[in-house]
């Protein structure tokens, strides 16, 4: 079934430094990509996605492409800050034509990121 | 416009207790999902539901029941709890679910414990 692999946290990271949270998935077709991001004590948020190969998604900095060759959805973002520290999950949904038809999202198990000034 | 609401925010059940987790949406959307959240894991679904009186299973849906009589509304029901039920549960709402590009809109959620 399809499902999606991210890299294990903590990562703990000091401000203004580049942050790259890797994410990979396994789907039949072509799947939507999202990152969410959970900050503490909040449900999820929707941070960006990305619909088709080659697509870029971005939102506050953050920056993600769909490569469908490598099946990644990596989450990059030049310079954090601490208002950054939270919990980030990559995610995907199916396309209805290959068995989409509950329309839920399969996430993989969330990234904790701590930024420190 | 309150999006998805949720309550309790907290709550802790004994064993055997039931409990209902409320969860409401003012957008109009079709499809309702709930997940449940386990540390250090993600989010997996426990039942959705694509429209007023439609409701099915998801990954997880042993010891919980839903309902749908509204499209707002989408209470998750917990009968006799058991300590495997201790998680955070988020509800979430979707446009068209077939639509693989739609955001899921989720509540702020339910931190329970079952003791």
């Known amino acids: 079934g399809d499902s999606v692999t991210q890299m294990e946290g903590p990562v703990t990271l000091s401000e203004e430094a580049f942050l790259t949270i890797n994410c990979t998935y396994t789907?039949?077709?072509?799947?939507?990509l999202f990152w969410y991001v959970q900050y503490p004590g909040e449900g999820l948020q929707l941070l960006l996605k990305?619909?088709?190969?080659?697509d870029k998604g971005s939102n506050k900095g953050f920056e993600a492409t769909y490569r469908k060759e490598t099946t990644s959805f990596h989450l990059e973002k030049g310079s954090v800050q601490v208002s950054d520290s939270a919990v980030y999950f990559c995610?995907?949904?199916?396309?209805?034509?290959?068995?989409?038809?509950?329309?839920?999202?399969?996430f993989g198990k969330g990234t904790k990121l701590s930024v420190k000034p | 416009n309150a999006g998805v609401t949720q309550t309790p925010k907290f709550h802790i059940l004994k064993i055997g207790q039931s409990m209902t987790l409320q969860c409401t949406q003012d957008?109009?959307?079709?499809?309702m999902y709930w997940y449940r959240q386990d540390p250090g894991m993600g989010l997996k679904l426990i039942y959705y539901?694509?429209?007023?009186?439609?409701?099915d299973k998801g990954e997880v849906p042993n010891g919980y029941n839903v309902s749908r009589s509204t499209t707002e509304d989408f209470p998750l029901r917990l009968e006799l709890a058991a300590p495997s039920q201790t998680s955070v549960y988020f509800c979430?709402?979707?446009?068209?679910?077939?639509?693989?590009?739609?955001?899921?809109?989720f509540g702020p959620g339910t931190r329970l414990t079952v003791l």
């Open positions: 979430a709402s979707s446009p068209d679910g077939t639509i693989s590009y739609n955001e899921q809109f």
């Open positions: 789907a039949t077709g072509y799947p939507s």
């Open positions: 990305a619909t088709k190969a080659d």
């Open positions: 995610a995907l949904r199916a396309n209805k034509n290959y068995g989409g038809s509950q329309g839920n999202l399969i």
């Open positions: 957008m109009n959307h079709n499809y």
């Open positions: 539901s694509v429209g007023a009186g439609i409701t």
